[in-house]
Protein backbone atom coordinates (compact mmCIF):
# COMPACT_ATOMS: atom_id res chain seq x y z
CA UNK A 1 0.00 0.00 0.00
CA UNK A 2 1.17 3.63 -0.77
CA UNK A 3 0.50 4.75 2.41
CA UNK A 4 2.64 1.89 4.02
CA UNK A 5 5.44 3.43 1.84
CA UNK A 6 4.94 6.60 3.50
CA UNK A 7 5.92 4.78 6.95
CA UNK A 8 9.43 3.25 4.98
CA UNK A 9 10.46 6.19 4.14
CA UNK A 10 9.96 8.40 6.90
CA UNK A 11 12.50 5.82 8.46
CA UNK A 12 14.89 6.89 5.87
CA UNK A 13 13.64 10.82 6.24
CA UNK A 14 14.55 10.52 9.86
CA UNK A 15 17.83 8.62 9.41
CA UNK A 16 18.71 11.10 6.97
CA UNK A 17 17.84 14.66 8.00
CA UNK A 18 19.80 13.59 10.87
CA UNK A 19 23.21 12.67 9.60
CA UNK A 20 23.77 16.62 10.11
CA UNK A 21 27.51 17.36 10.26
CA UNK A 22 27.53 21.06 11.73
CA UNK A 23 25.31 19.70 15.30
CA UNK A 24 27.68 20.32 18.12
CA UNK A 25 30.11 22.44 15.80
CA UNK A 26 28.14 25.47 14.40
CA UNK A 27 28.88 27.45 17.52
CA UNK A 28 32.74 26.65 16.67
CA UNK A 29 32.30 27.41 13.18
CA UNK A 30 30.50 31.17 14.02
CA UNK A 31 33.33 32.19 16.32
CA UNK A 32 35.86 30.60 13.94
CA UNK A 33 34.26 33.25 11.70
CA UNK A 34 34.72 36.06 14.57
CA UNK A 35 31.64 36.24 16.06
CA UNK A 36 31.04 36.75 19.82
CA UNK A 37 29.86 34.62 22.39
CA UNK A 38 27.27 37.07 23.25
CA UNK A 39 26.15 37.22 19.27
CA UNK A 40 26.10 33.53 19.06
CA UNK A 41 23.61 33.43 22.32
CA UNK A 42 21.40 36.07 20.64
CA UNK A 43 20.95 34.10 17.34
CA UNK A 44 19.88 31.05 19.19
CA UNK A 45 17.56 33.15 20.80
CA UNK A 46 16.46 34.34 17.85
CA UNK A 47 16.06 30.60 16.55
CA UNK A 48 13.91 30.06 20.01
CA UNK A 49 11.82 33.11 18.84
CA UNK A 50 10.96 32.26 15.81
CA UNK A 51 10.43 28.82 16.87
CA UNK A 52 7.68 30.01 19.44
CA UNK A 53 6.52 32.95 17.18
CA UNK A 54 5.81 30.47 13.93
CA UNK A 55 4.64 27.59 15.51
CA UNK A 56 0.85 28.13 14.79
CA UNK A 57 1.36 29.48 11.21
CA UNK A 58 3.46 26.86 9.65
CA UNK A 59 0.81 24.47 12.16
CA UNK A 60 -1.84 25.90 9.53
CA UNK A 61 0.14 25.70 6.42
CA UNK A 62 0.29 21.95 7.16
CA UNK A 63 -3.27 21.21 8.08
CA UNK A 64 -4.28 23.90 4.83
CA UNK A 65 -1.93 22.89 2.35
CA UNK A 66 -0.53 19.67 3.44
CA UNK A 67 1.76 18.33 5.77
CA UNK A 68 4.29 16.75 2.86
CA UNK A 69 4.46 20.68 1.94
CA UNK A 70 5.24 21.61 5.07
CA UNK A 71 8.09 19.02 5.63
CA UNK A 72 9.28 20.17 2.18
CA UNK A 73 9.58 23.95 3.47
CA UNK A 74 11.04 22.95 6.20
CA UNK A 75 14.03 21.49 4.36
CA UNK A 76 14.33 24.12 1.80
CA UNK A 77 14.35 26.46 4.90
CA UNK A 78 17.27 24.58 6.59
CA UNK A 79 19.00 24.56 3.20
CA UNK A 80 18.82 28.25 2.99
CA UNK A 81 20.11 28.61 6.40
CA UNK A 82 22.88 26.57 5.51
CA UNK A 83 23.80 29.21 2.42
CA UNK A 84 23.37 31.98 4.67
CA UNK A 85 25.66 31.29 7.30
CA UNK A 86 28.46 29.89 4.91
CA UNK A 87 28.22 33.22 2.84
CA UNK A 88 27.58 35.32 6.24
CA UNK A 89 30.04 37.98 6.88
CA UNK A 90 28.36 39.86 9.60
CA UNK A 91 25.87 39.42 12.10
CA UNK A 92 22.85 40.48 10.74
CA UNK A 93 22.84 38.07 7.70
CA UNK A 94 23.38 35.35 10.48
CA UNK A 95 20.41 36.46 12.35
CA UNK A 96 18.67 36.17 9.27
CA UNK A 97 20.09 32.42 8.35
CA UNK A 98 19.15 31.59 12.17
CA UNK A 99 15.27 33.03 11.32
CA UNK A 100 15.04 30.12 8.17
CA UNK A 101 16.32 27.45 10.93
CA UNK A 102 13.44 28.33 13.39
CA UNK A 103 11.33 28.09 10.49
CA UNK A 104 12.66 24.69 9.22
CA UNK A 105 12.10 23.31 13.08
CA UNK A 106 8.48 24.57 13.15
CA UNK A 107 7.39 23.47 9.53
CA UNK A 108 8.59 20.07 10.52
CA UNK A 109 7.40 19.99 13.64
CA UNK A 110 4.09 18.17 14.25
CA UNK A 111 3.73 17.91 10.12
CA UNK A 112 6.21 15.04 10.41
CA UNK A 113 3.91 12.73 13.17
CA UNK A 114 0.91 13.99 11.54
CA UNK A 115 1.67 12.57 7.95
CA UNK A 116 2.61 9.38 9.65
CA UNK A 117 -0.18 8.76 12.10
CA UNK A 118 -3.05 10.03 9.21
CA UNK A 119 -0.92 7.91 6.89
CA UNK A 120 -1.56 4.48 9.59
CA UNK A 121 -5.58 6.20 9.60
CA UNK A 122 -5.96 5.31 6.42
CA UNK A 123 -4.53 2.07 6.96
CA UNK A 124 -6.47 1.69 9.88
CA UNK A 125 -3.34 0.44 12.06
CA UNK A 126 -3.20 3.55 14.27
CA UNK A 127 -1.97 1.26 17.13
CA UNK A 128 1.71 0.73 15.24
CA UNK A 129 2.15 4.31 15.90
CA UNK A 130 3.68 4.43 19.50
CA UNK A 131 5.82 1.50 17.86
CA UNK A 132 6.92 3.68 15.06
CA UNK A 133 7.31 6.04 17.31
CA UNK A 134 9.83 4.47 19.58
CA UNK A 135 11.74 2.93 15.85
CA UNK A 136 12.33 6.86 15.25
CA UNK A 137 13.77 7.33 18.32
CA UNK A 138 16.62 4.64 17.89
CA UNK A 139 17.27 5.95 14.41
CA UNK A 140 17.33 9.39 15.49
CA UNK A 141 20.09 8.41 18.10
CA UNK A 142 21.85 6.76 15.48
CA UNK A 143 22.38 9.53 13.39
CA UNK A 144 23.02 11.89 15.68
CA UNK A 145 25.90 9.82 17.09
CA UNK A 146 27.35 9.43 13.71
CA UNK A 147 27.17 12.69 12.84
CA UNK A 148 28.82 14.08 16.25
CA UNK A 149 31.95 11.03 16.05
CA UNK A 150 31.96 11.57 12.04
CA UNK A 151 31.70 15.20 12.59
CA UNK A 152 34.56 16.45 14.48
CA UNK A 153 36.85 14.76 11.63
CA UNK A 154 35.13 16.80 9.23
CA UNK A 155 35.46 19.49 11.36
CA UNK A 156 39.48 19.50 11.44
CA UNK A 157 39.28 19.04 7.62
CA UNK A 158 37.25 22.37 6.53
CA UNK A 159 34.06 23.60 8.63
CA UNK A 160 32.53 24.33 5.33
CA UNK A 161 32.90 20.78 4.46
CA UNK A 162 30.36 20.08 7.45
CA UNK A 163 27.77 22.25 5.90
CA UNK A 164 27.90 21.54 2.49
CA UNK A 165 28.00 17.58 3.09
CA UNK A 166 25.61 18.17 5.75
CA UNK A 167 23.41 19.87 2.59
CA UNK A 168 23.95 17.18 0.41
CA UNK A 169 22.15 14.70 2.90
CA UNK A 170 19.12 17.23 3.11
CA UNK A 171 18.94 17.09 -0.21
CA UNK A 172 18.76 13.15 0.15
CA UNK A 173 16.02 13.97 2.29
CA UNK A 174 14.15 16.09 0.36
CA UNK A 175 13.80 13.60 -2.51
CA UNK A 176 12.61 10.70 0.04
CA UNK A 177 10.01 13.53 1.40
CA UNK A 178 8.74 14.25 -2.41
CA UNK A 179 8.53 10.71 -2.99
CA UNK A 180 5.67 10.31 0.01
CA UNK A 181 2.33 10.17 -0.57
CA UNK A 182 -0.03 13.03 0.62
CA UNK A 183 -2.58 12.22 3.14
CA UNK A 184 -6.48 13.52 3.12
CA UNK A 185 -6.62 17.00 3.93
CA UNK A 186 -10.34 17.41 5.71
CA UNK A 187 -11.18 21.02 5.18
CA UNK A 188 -13.11 22.42 7.98
CA UNK A 189 -15.91 25.05 6.72
CA UNK A 190 -15.53 26.48 9.80
CA UNK A 191 -11.32 27.11 10.09
CA UNK A 192 -10.52 29.50 12.41
CA UNK A 193 -8.34 32.53 11.79
CA UNK A 194 -4.66 32.74 13.02
CA UNK A 195 -5.12 35.08 14.95
CA UNK A 196 -7.97 32.59 17.09
CA UNK A 197 -5.34 29.98 16.63
CA UNK A 198 -2.78 31.75 18.58
CA UNK A 199 -4.67 32.46 21.19
CA UNK A 200 -6.24 29.29 21.43
CA UNK A 201 -2.78 27.89 21.26
CA UNK A 202 -1.04 30.15 23.83
CA UNK A 203 -2.98 31.89 26.01
CA UNK A 204 -6.16 29.22 26.46
CA UNK A 205 -2.99 27.07 26.51
CA UNK A 206 -1.52 28.60 29.53
CA UNK A 207 -4.75 28.55 31.25
CA UNK A 208 -5.20 24.72 31.07
CA UNK A 209 -2.15 24.29 32.33
CA UNK A 210 -2.49 26.28 34.93
CA UNK A 211 -5.51 24.95 36.52
CA UNK A 212 -3.52 21.60 36.94
CA UNK A 213 -0.82 22.33 39.56
CA UNK A 214 0.87 18.73 38.91
CA UNK A 215 1.35 19.32 35.33
CA UNK A 216 2.41 22.74 35.26
CA UNK A 217 5.13 22.29 37.75
CA UNK A 218 6.47 19.02 35.82
CA UNK A 219 6.48 21.63 32.72
CA UNK A 220 8.25 24.44 34.94
CA UNK A 221 10.81 21.68 36.34
CA UNK A 222 10.98 19.83 32.99
CA UNK A 223 12.42 23.44 31.63
CA UNK A 224 14.16 24.41 34.55
CA UNK A 225 16.63 21.47 34.27
CA UNK A 226 16.85 20.62 30.83
CA UNK A 227 17.10 24.33 29.19
CA UNK A 228 20.62 24.57 31.30
CA UNK A 229 21.88 20.90 29.64
CA UNK A 230 21.45 22.13 26.08
CA UNK A 231 23.05 25.29 26.84
CA UNK A 232 26.18 23.43 28.05
CA UNK A 233 26.21 21.10 25.39
CA UNK A 234 25.88 23.79 22.74
CA UNK A 235 29.08 26.22 24.77
CA UNK A 236 31.12 23.45 25.75
CA UNK A 237 32.82 22.85 22.20
CA UNK A 238 33.99 26.59 22.61
CA UNK A 239 35.59 25.62 26.35
CA UNK A 240 37.31 22.64 25.09
CA UNK A 241 39.06 24.16 22.15
CA UNK A 242 40.58 26.55 24.59
CA UNK A 243 41.61 23.58 26.28
CA UNK A 244 43.64 22.07 23.54
CA UNK A 245 41.12 19.54 22.72
CA UNK A 246 41.72 18.80 18.80
CA UNK A 247 37.53 18.90 17.31
CA UNK A 248 38.04 14.93 16.42
CA UNK A 249 37.99 14.48 20.48
CA UNK A 250 35.64 17.02 20.76
CA UNK A 251 32.99 14.70 18.23
CA UNK A 252 33.85 11.66 20.02
CA UNK A 253 33.19 13.65 23.12
CA UNK A 254 29.62 14.92 22.43
CA UNK A 255 29.21 11.57 20.07
CA UNK A 256 29.99 9.83 23.72
CA UNK A 257 27.31 12.11 25.25
CA UNK A 258 24.62 11.43 22.34
CA UNK A 259 25.47 7.50 22.81
CA UNK A 260 24.03 7.43 27.22
CA UNK A 261 21.77 9.81 26.12
CA UNK A 262 20.05 6.68 23.94
CA UNK A 263 20.84 4.48 26.48
CA UNK A 264 19.53 6.61 29.40
CA UNK A 265 16.31 6.60 27.55
CA UNK A 266 16.34 2.62 26.62
CA UNK A 267 16.72 2.24 30.92
CA UNK A 268 14.43 5.04 31.88
CA UNK A 269 11.22 2.93 31.86
CA UNK A 270 13.10 0.32 33.89
CA UNK A 271 14.42 2.46 36.64
CA UNK A 272 11.27 4.47 36.98
CA UNK A 273 9.50 0.88 37.72
CA UNK A 274 11.73 0.17 40.46
CA UNK A 275 12.63 3.37 41.88
CA UNK A 276 9.24 5.14 41.12
CA UNK A 277 8.44 8.96 40.65
CA UNK A 278 9.38 10.52 44.25
CA UNK A 279 13.05 9.18 43.96
CA UNK A 280 13.57 9.59 40.18
CA UNK A 281 12.35 13.36 40.79
CA UNK A 282 14.81 13.39 44.05
CA UNK A 283 18.18 11.97 42.63
CA UNK A 284 18.17 12.20 39.23
CA UNK A 285 18.31 16.37 38.94
CA UNK A 286 20.64 15.49 42.26
CA UNK A 287 23.08 14.12 40.32
CA UNK A 288 22.56 16.46 37.06
CA UNK A 289 23.40 19.50 39.48
CA UNK A 290 26.29 17.22 40.91
CA UNK A 291 27.96 16.76 37.43
CA UNK A 292 27.28 20.69 36.69
CA UNK A 293 29.49 21.28 39.61
CA UNK A 294 32.14 18.75 38.45
CA UNK A 295 32.07 20.30 35.30
CA UNK A 296 34.24 22.99 36.70
CA UNK A 297 37.26 20.77 37.18
CA UNK A 298 38.90 20.80 34.07
CA UNK A 299 40.69 17.47 34.85
CA UNK A 300 37.67 15.47 34.50
CA UNK A 301 35.45 17.67 32.45
CA UNK A 302 33.98 15.01 30.04
CA UNK A 303 33.31 12.38 32.03
CA UNK A 304 30.38 14.30 33.78
CA UNK A 305 28.98 15.60 30.75
CA UNK A 306 29.10 12.34 29.50
CA UNK A 307 26.97 11.01 32.59
CA UNK A 308 24.58 14.04 31.90
CA UNK A 309 23.60 12.87 28.64
CA UNK A 310 22.71 9.36 30.46
CA UNK A 311 20.73 11.45 33.37
CA UNK A 312 18.78 14.32 31.19
CA UNK A 313 17.25 11.41 28.91
CA UNK A 314 16.34 9.42 31.65
CA UNK A 315 14.82 12.90 33.06
CA UNK A 316 13.27 13.63 29.92
CA UNK A 317 12.05 10.15 29.26
CA UNK A 318 10.07 9.78 32.63
CA UNK A 319 8.91 13.51 32.73
CA UNK A 320 7.16 13.20 30.10
CA UNK A 321 5.52 10.01 30.28
CA UNK A 322 4.35 11.44 33.77
CA UNK A 323 2.81 14.45 31.74
CA UNK A 324 1.35 12.36 29.12
CA UNK A 325 -0.53 10.36 31.86
CA UNK A 326 -2.16 13.19 33.26
CA UNK A 327 -2.84 15.29 30.27
CA UNK A 328 -6.50 14.58 28.62
CA UNK A 329 -6.17 13.74 25.45
CA UNK A 330 -8.33 16.95 24.06
CA UNK A 331 -5.66 19.40 25.17
CA UNK A 332 -2.54 17.22 24.81
CA UNK A 333 -1.07 18.88 21.59
CA UNK A 334 -1.64 22.30 23.25
CA UNK A 335 0.00 21.10 26.78
CA UNK A 336 2.69 19.38 25.04
CA UNK A 337 3.37 22.91 22.73
CA UNK A 338 3.24 24.68 26.19
CA UNK A 339 5.84 22.60 27.60
CA UNK A 340 8.43 23.35 24.59
CA UNK A 341 6.83 27.13 24.86
CA UNK A 342 8.44 26.67 28.41
CA UNK A 343 11.75 25.68 27.82
CA UNK A 344 12.38 27.88 25.07
CA UNK A 345 11.58 30.75 27.36
CA UNK A 346 14.28 29.15 29.53
CA UNK A 347 16.66 28.96 26.69
CA UNK A 348 16.03 32.58 25.51
CA UNK A 349 16.96 34.00 29.25
CA UNK A 350 19.99 31.67 30.41
CA UNK A 351 21.46 31.47 27.05
CA UNK A 352 22.70 34.62 25.60
CA UNK A 353 23.71 35.15 30.09
CA UNK A 354 26.51 32.67 29.26
CA UNK A 355 27.66 34.11 26.07
CA UNK A 356 27.79 37.30 27.56
CA UNK A 357 29.87 36.54 30.59
CA UNK A 358 32.23 34.43 28.25
CA UNK A 359 33.17 37.23 26.16
CA UNK A 360 33.02 39.35 29.36
CA UNK A 361 35.28 37.18 31.36
CA UNK A 362 35.61 33.39 30.53
CA UNK A 363 33.34 30.20 30.09
CA UNK A 364 34.24 28.48 33.06
CA UNK A 365 32.60 31.48 34.81
CA UNK A 366 29.39 31.16 32.68
CA UNK A 367 29.60 27.49 33.61
CA UNK A 368 30.18 28.41 37.41
CA UNK A 369 26.68 30.81 37.16
CA UNK A 370 24.76 27.38 35.41
CA UNK A 371 25.85 25.36 38.05
CA UNK A 372 24.39 28.00 40.27
CA UNK A 373 21.13 28.49 38.39
CA UNK A 374 20.88 24.45 38.41
CA UNK A 375 20.99 24.41 41.98
CA UNK A 376 18.51 27.26 42.53
CA UNK A 377 16.44 24.75 40.17
CA UNK A 378 17.13 22.25 42.03
CA UNK A 379 16.18 23.86 45.89
CA UNK A 380 13.16 24.89 43.59
CA UNK A 381 12.31 21.22 42.95
CA UNK A 382 13.03 20.19 46.58
CA UNK A 383 10.48 22.77 47.91
CA UNK A 384 7.41 21.86 45.24
CA UNK A 385 8.10 18.19 46.34
CA UNK A 386 8.24 19.24 50.09
CA UNK A 387 4.96 21.02 49.44
CA UNK A 388 3.28 18.19 47.91
CA UNK A 389 2.50 20.21 44.60
CA UNK A 390 3.69 16.86 42.50
CA UNK A 391 1.28 14.65 44.31
CA UNK A 392 -1.36 12.42 42.01
CA UNK A 393 -4.62 14.03 41.29
Known sequence: MEYNKNIKLDYYHMFFRNINFTQGFWLLYLRFKGFELFEIGMLETVFHVTSLSMEVPTGVIADVFGRKLSRVLGVLSYLLYILIIVISANFVWALVGFIFCGLSY???SGSGDALVYDSLKEMKQED???KINGNKEVIFQIASSISLF????IAMVSFNLSFGLTAVFYGIALVIILLMKETPIKRDPNKKKISQLLYDQYVIGFKVVMKNKRLFYLIVIGAMMLAPVTSLFLYLPDHLIGLQYSKF??????????LMAALGGYFAHKLEKKYKEKKILYFVPLFMTISFWLILNEKIIYMPFILLGFLESIFYVVLLDYMNKIIPSEIRATALSVSGLMFSLVMIVIFPIIGYLGDMYSLPVGFFVLAIIVTLFYVFLLWVLK???LQKV
Open 128 to 130: RFM
Open 106 to 108: TFE
Open 150 to 153: VGGY
Open 387 to 389: KNH
Open 249 to 258: EIGVLLGAHS
